[in-house]
């Protein structure tokens, strides 16, 4: 297919890069979000610490991730549904309060000497069911503040950019925390950064139109939303991809440890190189989508991306060089980055405005609601075949997914073509 002619753009450089900051929506969500963030990897470290020294079992370590990712599985959907109907910045007030009760309370517990394991696992669970209301809520508010749909692309790599940041630095954070205060302060710490994203978001200006469409019953608006994403090929097949990707791809850092200790055998700052490599090759997608003019050839990028991402994992599944799994780690977070915020930025330009709750539902229950279900199933085929054919298998997995979406790529963008004429982003008539 011949690439398609666009308007020039004028801008360059890293003021384009970061274009979405000139809406001031944006600006204040960008800001207040940036110091949350640091908070709240600074309160998942702490929180992994807290358990393991009070347990010393690695399964319980799953639970509380089990119990922190679940919800978005099945409240997610239903969430979408109320999502399209109620103020979306009225709704993140709510749940960013929520989430900053839940940490006060953290931090309350364990400052007085009090926590047990059951409070931990309560508050995980409850944190869980307050984001799968809170993650499509951001991810739909993003089209009100930034208003125009072809800088969205732009806004959500800026996000993925805040959240990788911020992956780096708050652990580092808590660390540094914990051996000088203990865990309940850097609880304690994320209660407080919440006030940023609060204080953010009531300052914002965003007149909240609501739509006319007539009300149905919960679970016939579900079904709704549930045949529309599914009733159109280009909508399904990035859902069901990205799905595909946290069942089988995204469990290799629940695998990681094995990889640090018993494979490449290392110790904590081995886990901790691994980790973090990922997490690098992350922002540099990020960083790299940012850059990017327009929406134009994200299709071809999830393709592309998903097989790098698998092949990345069935490379570094077999290495037992350091220094090679340094490299293929990169390559790893930087296609997983690209798949997940490429497919985010065509989800949010084609859906349609009425539905864009659920469809950001679907996409928030397919990206995080499997991943708990992945990591259970690459614990139980590592206890049978090992941690690195379970890698290999799941990289598999993804290649083949990429293959059969690359398949359908031709038709797939011949069905956006008419979206992407209405919305300007290219000219009618190019071939």
């Known amino acids: 297919m011949k690439r398609e002619k666009v308007a020039p753009q004028e801008q360059t450089g890293l003021r384009f890069t970061f274009r979405a900051l000139q809406y001031r929506n944006y600006r204040l969500f960008f800001g207040g ?3 949350s963030l640091i908070g709240t990897w600074m309160q998942r470290t702490a929180m992994g610490w807290l358990v393991y020294r009070m347990t010393h079992s690695a399964l319980l370590l799953g639970l509380i991730g089990f119990a922190d990712q679940i919800p978005f599985f099945f409240i997610a ?4 549904v109320l999502l399209d109907r109620w103020n979306r910045q009225r709704v993140l007030l709510v749940t960013q309060s929520l989430a900053l009760l839940q940490a006060l309370i953290l931090a309350v517990l364990v400052l007085t000497g009090t926590v047990a394991v059951w409070h931990i696992v309560f508050m995980a669970l409850f944190l869980g069911s307050v984001n799968a ?7 739909a508010f993003l089209v009100e503040m930034v208003e125009d749909k072809r800088i ?3 806004a959500i790599a800026l996000n993925s950019t805040m959240v990788h940041v911020a992956r780096m630095v708050g652990p580092s954070v808590a660390g540094l925390f914990i051996a000088a205060f203990g865990e309940g302060m850097c609880f304690l710490a994320n209660a407080v950064s ?8 009531v300052l ?3 007149a909240w139109v609501k739509t006319n469409s007539k009300r149905l019953h919960v679970l016939r608006e579900l079904q709704e939303g549930l045949t529309y994403a599914f009733g159109f090929a280009p909508i399904k097949s990035i859902i069901l991809l990205v799905g595909l990707l946290s069942l089988t791809g995204a469990p290799y850092m629940v695998l990681m440890p094995v990889f640090a200790k018993d ?3 290392g110790g904590p700052h081995t886990l901790g190189f691994l980790i973090g490599s990922s997490g690098v090759g992350a922002l540099m997608g990020a960083l790299y989508l940012a850059s990017r003019k327009n929406v134009l050839g994200l299709e071809r990028m999830i393709a592309l991306a998903s097989g790098m991402f698998g092949a990345s994992l069935m490379a570094f599944s077999h290495s037992r060089s350091f220094s090679l799994s340094l490299i293929l780690l990169p390559v790893a977070g930087f296609s997983m980055i690209l798949q997940i915020a490429s497919s985010n930025t065509i989800l949010q330009t084609i859906v349609e405005d009425d539905k864009r709750g659920r469809i950001m539902s679907l996409f928030t229950m397919a990206f995080m609601g499997m991943v708990p279900f992945g990591s259970l199933l690459a614990g139980c085929l590592a206890s049978k075949i090992g941690a690195p054919n379970t890698l290999l298998v799941g990289g598999a997995c993804c290649v083949l997914g990429s293959a059969l979406f690359a398949r359908k790529l031709p038709a797939l963008r011949k069905m956006v073509r008419p979206i992407y004429i209405k919305m300007g982003i290219i000219r009618d008539g190019t071939a």
């Open 133 to 139: 209301f809170d993650m499509p809520a951001r991810q």
């Open 152 to 154: 969205l692309g732009n």
């Open 204 to 206: 914002m200006n965003i």
């Open 33 to 35: 979000q940036s110091i």
């Open 194 to 201: 919440y006030v940023a994203v609060i204080v953010s978001l």
């Open 77 to 80: 959907p239903p969430a979408g």
């Open 263 to 265: 494979v490449l055998h």
